[in-house]
């Protein structure tokens, strides 16, 4: 049972440009949620997608955009990246109708430097 | 005072010894919880998961909420050095919700 997957692993881009990180959830899981981890930090909640949609969005600007895939997979876009955009980026899935039981699972992550 | 609050430590142990890791949050609303292991550079490790208030245990993890004090705690018994790593609290509001996360509590267990 394959879990959450991220590619690529690490990229570093300068200030300005635009990135695309992606993921793959956990077999079975229909949700994605991404994270945005400072160094030292604990995870930020950036959006979560389900059904292809956006449903929740944390405090990031429009410059962080997602999409999922009919395949439950799922792409964040950065736009104009700024030095304080370094961070590692992480995918969460989960799946939305499972009892009580409301579990998130981690990929590796994605650790983006701008430089 | 932010939403959830953990001693980033580092808390230094040596191997065996019992560690009490604790997060204390603001919003009486929350109802799920949970600890996550954080190697260096990965992605976080699923601990421990509880639904409102109680007791869980899993092997040598036990973990607790109070919530008429906001308070939750993990302990670890027969602590091993391979437990050494970031541990991070984690909680939400209701069914399906993104998570709020502490900073995490940095531990080593020293052989």
């Known amino acids: 049972d394959a879990g959450v997957t991220q590619s690529p692993t690490h990229l570093i881009k300068t200030r300005g440009q635009q990135v695309t990180l992606r993921c793959s959830p956990k077999s079975g899981h229909d949700t994605v949620s991404w994270y945005q981890q400072a160094l030292g930090q604990g995870p930020q909640f950036i959006f979560q997608y389900y059904e292809e949609e956006e449903r929740q969005r944390g405090n990031f600007p429009d410059r962080f955009s997602g999409h999922q895939f009919p395949n439950y997979s799922s792409e964040l876009n950065v736009n104009a990246l700024l030095l304080g955009d370094s961070a590692l980026y992480l995918c969460?899935?989960?799946?939305?109708?499972?009892?009580?039981?409301?579990?998130?699972?981690f990929g590796p992550g994605t650790r983006l430097t701008v430089t | 005072q932010k939403e959830v609050e953990q001693d980033p430590g580092p808390l230094s142990v040596p191997e065996g010894a019992i560690v009490s890791l604790n997060c204390t949050y603001s919003n009486s609303a929350f109802q799920y919880f949970m600890w996550y292991r954080q190697y260096s550079r990965k992605g976080p490790e699923l601990l421990m998961y509880t639904y409102s208030s109680g007791n869980k245990e899993d092997g040598r993890f036990t973990a607790q909420v109070d919530k008429s004090s906001k308070y939750i705690s993990l302990f670890i018994r027969d602590s091993q050095p391979s437990d050494s790593a970031t541990y991070l609290c984690a909680m939400g509001q209701y069914y399906g919700q993104n998570f709020v996360f502490g900073p995490g509590t940095r531990l080593s267990v020293l052989p």
């Open positions: 969460a899935s989960s799946l939305v109708f499972s009892g009580d039981s409301y579990e998130q699972y």
